[in-house]
Each structure stands twice: as structure tokens, then as C-alpha cells.
């Protein structure tokens, strides 16, 4: 190369060593050591410092010598343990931004029964997998207070994140943390979410956001920011709908930006003692819309019951634990697994079709045990939602549930499985459904609540499915619910079978007798015995065994084969890895 002479380290008689430094040179800013190839004694030097060399010169003229009896020896290795003024530095930086050089930071946390940022991650990626991205970034706040309190009262700006591993499955990571300024969202805590969720979506990873925090933070100064409107965070975490598992988690306050984040996720667990809205006691008062305290709003309690939270949790480490067992179904199918007996399923449904009964028995006998992961239990309680597995497999489960008004289909339960099949189909797994219903719920109360267009989405998600259906009526299946619980009608699922139990028609029997038989009842002597006996031929019309005689259901079966009848009419695949990607409605 062509370069400056800037050292000479040999003289003319020098004996030295292969690996001996001769002569240092500097190019483009570089210093490079020129180094003996052999050893041997110094017959001439030919450069002195500060001179200019070119390509091909000669620097230094060296006669062989036996090797081992020179007086320059080659340079010693260095000791990878000696210390280093830029590495300390970094380590010194690094260590700053954990828990141990803050303990009162951490102190304060645990005294409110809370983990740091820091222990959640540890708690939920493999040990020595997780690569931290941002950890050196402090707020934006230069302008307004020294580099060196930023630097320790600011680390990461709020946030850990990087990408790890999660029971072997590779996924990424952002937590906020609500030891700094409060888990708020700043200038460089919003570039570190928009480069996680980057990676996310071009990696395709799985992600896990645990939200707690109090929104935007006005206080950022290092910025030409008027408005920043022009945030891409929002945007990127919406993009990933569909395309990756999300799990938000919510412990503590979670407010404003960073619940709108949380309320992009697939599934949404929440600690008992979250609050979680839109806004906080802040953006509120400062509406003209009154003074409340943070736990006034949006508690546990309420977000459950509406349907923003899918699993309510004691604490942060059940809150880990959930979001590990969600994306345990994203990991495929498991090699070992057990059930209970299956001839407990013969018993579920009562012989009084009268008489209710806790469908979850029905679901957590039929599934892999301890495989059940229900979804928004305290939401549209007349649907059951849940990700399970048969004979290993990962499965999406919808079972009516008839212990609340008898299993009809209200508002909030076609919304809540209409949401629960999209998901399904966007993460391409298959689905059961355990039809037990009336119907759709009707009446001049329900028609408030716009159950026409609510009911209908069963309807076009159902026949919209790309991932296979599996429908078995265990007691009532009756009209449009019916239908709806089958992606559109019987022959839409790959199979609908009935259990013994089993009892189909166009709407309820007894409203069916009253309403196609009210002359004959009006005129009849005694119109209740009338009724009882045309209900009881109704039955037998309607009968699962007498339906599957005129090819309306696919077959009757012993429940006790239920979990061989799906895996046997599954395909080995539910739908093909490249399929187009759809996003999840957020409701």
C-alpha cells in the first residue's frame, strides 16, 4: 500500500524474530505494523520516519538467521484478562442500566409487589439466548440535563428489548420500563420499539410486549418534534397483525400509547392489579372530564368483562407463564402428551336435554391434558374460547357454553368468536367446535345491541376460513347459531358429527311446535298434552341418528371417539406455511 513512515522500530544488526515488529506505517488514518516473515539480522534499513513509501518498496533488507537466537524477540501475545480503557467504559456503561446499580429503583418496585423490566425478561427468554438491542440509549433530554444523570437516571430510555429465545422458539422482546420516567414513550424509546417491530416483521418473529407505562412523555427536548404525529410505532405494531404471534402483557398502570399498543396484540393478559385505558388520570383532567385516580380506571375487573383482556393473572410471573403457554401452540405439534379417559365424555351432557351443564368439562376431558388455554372467559360468556391440543397437535376450540342462556348466541359472544376464528386462520390453526345452541339470541333487547350485523360476522369469517373445520353438535343444534357454529351450515366443516345427545332443526323444537302449530293448539281440548306430544315427535324427528339417516350430519359417534374422529379427518397440515397474509380484528 502506499503510506507515511511514522515508526522504526529495528537498526542495521538487529537480530529479530518472524513476528517481529519492523516498521509502523499510517494510510487513510490507519497505522498498520509491518512484521518480519522470517527470522534473521537486519542487513539495511532503507526508510526513516515521515517518509512516503509506494506499492512494491522495499522498508527493511533482512539476512536469514537460525530462529531462537535473536536479540529482538517477537512481540509478546497480550492478556486477554488486561484491562482497557474503551472496554471498561462500555462495561462501565452497560452496568449502569442494570438492577444491581440501581437499588432504589428496584427497592421502590418490589415494595409495590412489582418485577423490574429486567427479571420479566430473564423469567421469560432461555438463559444466555437474549441480545439486547438499546442499551446504551438514554432520553432525549440533553438540553435540559447533564449526559451523566441521563446516563444513570435514564438507561435504555425506558425500554429493554432485544430478541431471544422463549422455550427454543426465537422471538422479540419489548418491555417497558416503569422505573425510568415511568415506562413513557420518548423519542429514542419509540426508534428502539420501531426497530424491534421491524424485526420482527421481516424476520418473522413472535412478539412479546410487556406495556406497562403512562403513554407519551412531553418532556423530550433533543428533537425538532412538533407534534410527532409522524411516529411509524403504531403503524409498524399494527402491521404485524396476522403476520406474528403478539402477546401484551399488563401489570401496574398502562395508559395511552402504550395500551394502544397492547390493543394491537393477539392476546392481551392482564395482572389483577392493572389499569388499562386510553387515557390517564392526566390526558383525563386535562379534557374538563374530572380527577380520578390511576386505579379508577379501566381496573381488571372492567377490562375483563368487556372483552379487552383475554387471560386475568395473580401476578407478573403468571403473567410470563401465560405468554409462554400461548406461544407453546406456535411451536408445533408436542411429541409426548396424555388425556384423560374419554369415556367421561359419555356422561357430560345430562340425559335431561332440559338440564345445563359445564361444557369446559366437556373440553378439558376431550383435549391433551393440562393443554387448555382459555381466551376472554370473562367476556361473552355464552361462547367458550380456547387453544388446546389432540394427540399433540395445536388446535383453536369454540364450544357453546348452555350454562348461560342455554347456550344462545348473543352480541358479545359472536364477536368474541368471530375474532377467536380469525386468529385462528391467520396462524393457521385448525379448528373444533362443540355446537350446543338454541340459536342466536332475539328479541326487541338484543336487536339493540345491533346483533344483525354483530351475528353476521360468524358468517363471513366462517365462510372465509382457510384452515380446516371440525363441528360436533353434543346437544342442540338449532337454526342460524347453528349453522354459524359450522362455518355457514353442516356440509362447510370437513366433518359435522353428532353425539347420542344430539338434536338438530331449523329452531328450537318447541318454538317451532308453537309457531307451526297455533291453530291446531288454539282449537285442541288440551293444548298442553297436544303440545308435549308434538314436542316429543319433534324430537324424534329431530333426532342426531335420524338426521344422520338422511345424510344432514356426517355420523353419530361414541363421544369416546371424538378425539380419533378429528385427528383422523384433519390434514396432516391445516394450511399451506406461504399462505396470503390477513390481519386479526382487534374486537
Known amino acids: 500500500m502506499q503510506g507515511t513512515v511514522v515508526l522504526v522500530r529495528v537498526a542495521p544488526g538487529d537480530r529479530v524474530e518472524a513476528g517481529a515488529s519492523l516498521v509502523v506505517l499510517e494510510a487513510m488514518k490507519m497505522e498498520h505494523v509491518v512484521k518480519a516473515e522470517a527470522a534473521g539480522v537486519v542487513r539495511e534499513v532503507r526508510v526513516a520516519a515521515e517518509d512516503t513509501v509506494a506499492l512494491g518498496d522495499v522498508l527493511v533488507a533482512l539476512d536469514p538467521a537460525e530462529a531462537g537466537r535473536g536479540s529482538g524477540p517477537p512481540e509478546a501475545l497480550a492478556d486477554p484478562d488486561a484491562p482497557r480503557a474503551d472496554l471498561d467504559e462500555v462495561r462501565r456503561r452497560h452496568e449502569v442500566g442494570l438492577d444491581a446499580a440501581r437499588p432504589e429503583a428496584v427497592a421502590k418496585r418490589h415494595a409495590r409487589g412489582h418485577r423490574t423490566a429486567r427479571e420479566n425478561v430473564a423469567d421469560l427468554v432461555d438463559e444466555g439466548t437474549f441480545a439486547e438491542y438499546g442499551a446504551l440509549a438514554i432520553a432525549a433530554q440533553r438540553r435540559r440535563r447533564p449526559v451523566e444523570e441521563l446516563i444513570e437516571r435514564t438507561p435504555g430510555d425506558g425500554m429493554v428489548c432485544g430478541v431471544g429465545e422463549v422455550d427454543g422458539l426465537r422471538c422479540a422482546v419489548v418491555s417497558y420500563d416503569y422505573t425510568v420516567l415511568a415506562g413513557t414513550q420518548g423519542y429514542q424509546n419509540h426508534r428502539k420499539t420501531d426497530r424491534m417491530l421491524d424485526l420482527a416483521h421481516r424476520e418473522r418473529l413472535p412478539l412479546v410486549l410487556f406495556a406497562e407505562g403512562g403513554g407519551g412523555r412531553p418532556g423530550d427536548t433533543d428533537t425538532t418534534t412538533v407534534s410527532g404525529l409522524d411516529v411509524t410505532s403504531f403503524h409498524a405494531m399494527g402491521r404485524l397483525s396476522g403476520r406474528v404471534p403478539t402477546v401484551g402483557i399488563a401489570n401496574g398502570r398502562c395508559f395511552a400509547g402504550n395500551a394502544a399498543l397492547l390493543g394491537c396484540c393477539d392476546v392481551v393478559i392482564a395482572t389483577r392489579g392493572a389499569n388499562i385505558g386510553m387515557g390517564g388520570p392526566a390526558m383525563i383532567e386535562g379534557g374538563g372530564l374530572g380527577a380520578f385516580a390511576p386505579e379508577d380506571i379501566g381496573p381488571v375487573e372492567v377490562q375483563a368483562a368487556n372483552?379487552?383482556?383475554?387471560?386475568?393473572?395473580?401476578?407478573?410471573?403468571?403473567?410470563?407463564?401465560?405468554?409462554?403457554?400461548?406461544?407453546?401452540?406456535?411451536?408445533?405439534?408436542?411429541?409426548?402428551?396424555?388425556?384423560?379417559?374419554?369415556?367421561?365424555?359419555?356422561?357430560?351432557?345430562?340425559?335431561?336435554?332440559?338440564?345445563?351443564?359445564?361444557?369446559?368439562?366437556?373440553?378439558?376431558?376431550?383435549?391433551?391434558?393440562?393443554?387448555?388455554?382459555?381466551?376472554?372467559?370473562?367476556?361473552?360468556?355464552?361462547?367458550?374460547?380456547?387453544?388446546?391440543?389432540?394427540?399433540?397437535?395445536?388446535?383453536?376450540?369454540?364450544?357453546?357454553?348452555?350454562?348461560?342462556?342455554?347456550?344462545?348466541?348473543?352480541?358479545?359472544?359472536?364477536?368474541?368468536?368471530?375474532?377467536?376464528?380469525?386468529?385462528?386462520?391467520?396462524?393457521?390453526?385448525?379448528?373444533?367446535?362443540?355446537?350446543?345452541?338454541?340459536?342466536?339470541?332475539?328479541?326487541?333487547?338484543?336487536?339493540?345491541?345491533?346483533?344483525?350485523?354483530?351475528?353476521?360476522?360468524?358468517?363471513?369469517?366462517?365462510?372465509?376460513?382457510?384452515?380446516?373445520?371440525?363441528?360436533?353438535?353434543?346437544?342442540?343444534?338449532?337454526?342460524?347459531?347453528?349453522?354459524?357454529?359450522?362455518?355457514?351450515?353442516?356440509?362447510?366443516?370437513?366433518?359435522?358429527?353428532?353425539?347420542?345427545?344430539?338434536?338438530?332443526?331449523?329452531?328450537?323444537?318447541?318454538?317451532?311446535?308453537?309457531?307451526?302449530?297455533?291453530?291446531?293448539?288454539?282449537?285442541?281440548?288440551?293444548?298442553?298434552?297436544?303440545?308435549?306430544?308434538?314436542?316429543?315427535?319433534?324430537?324424534?324427528?329431530?333426532?342426531?341418528?335420524?338426521?344422520?339417516?338422511?345424510?344432514?350430519?356426517?355420523?353419530?359417534?361414541?363421544p369416546a371417539d371424538t378425539r380419533r374422529w378429528i385427528s383422523g379427518v384433519m390434514p396432516a397440515r391445516a394450511a399451506a406455511a406461504d399462505r396470503p397474509h390477513r390481519w386479526i380484528d382487534t374486537w
Not at 345430562?350 to 373440553?363: C, G, L, M
Not at 360436533?472 to 370437513?494: E, H, I
Open 307 to 558: 372483552g379487552v383482556v383475554d387471560v386475568v393473572v395473580e401476578d407478573e410471573a403468571a403473567a410470563v407463564a401465560a405468554a409462554k403457554a400461548y406461544l407453546s401452540y406456535f411451536a408445533g405439534p408436542a411429541d409426548a402428551w396424555e388425556c384423560a379417559d374419554q369415556r367421561a365424555l359419555r356422561h357430560v351432557v345430562p340425559e335431561n336435554r332440559r338440564r345445563p351443564y359445564d361444557v369446559r368439562e366437556a373440553v378439558s376431558t376431550l383435549a391433551d391434558t393440562g393443554s387448555v388455554l382459555e381466551l376472554r372467559a370473562g367476556f361473552g360468556a355464552g361462547i367458550v374460547t380456547a387453544l388446546v391440543r389432540i394427540e399433540g397437535r395445536p388446535y383453536g376450540l369454540l364450544a357453546n357454553s348452555p350454562a348461560h342462556l342455554g347456550g344462545a348466541i348473543d352480541r358479545d359472544a359472536a364477536d368474541k368468536a368471530a375474532r377467536f376464528l380469525q386468529l385462528c386462520d391467520a396462524h393457521g390453526f385448525p379448528v373444533v367446535s362443540l355446537c350446543d345452541t338454541p340459536g342466536f339470541m332475539v328479541g326487541p333487547d338484543a336487536e339493540r345491541t345491533a346483533t344483525v350485523r354483530h351475528f353476521s360476522r360468524l358468517f363471513v369469517v366462517g365462510a372465509n376460513l382457510r384452515v380446516p373445520l371440525v363441528t360436533v353438535v353434543l346437544r342442540k343444534g338449532y337454526g342460524l347459531g347453528a349453522q354459524a357454529m359450522a362455518g355457514g351450515g353442516f356440509k362447510a366443516p370437513l366433518a359435522t358429527v353428532a353425539w347420542p345427545t344430539g338434536e338438530i332443526g331449523g329452531m328450537g323444537l318447541e318454538g317451532a311446535v308453537r309457531l307451526g302449530f297455533r291453530k291446531e293448539l288454539a282449537e285442541a281440548d288440551d293444548p298442553e298434552a297436544m303440545f308435549d306430544g308434538m314436542v316429543a315427535l319433534a324430537y324424534e324427528h329431530g333426532k342426531a341418528l335420524n338426521a344422520a339417516s338422511a345424510f344432514e350430519l356426517d355420523d353419530v359417534i361414541d
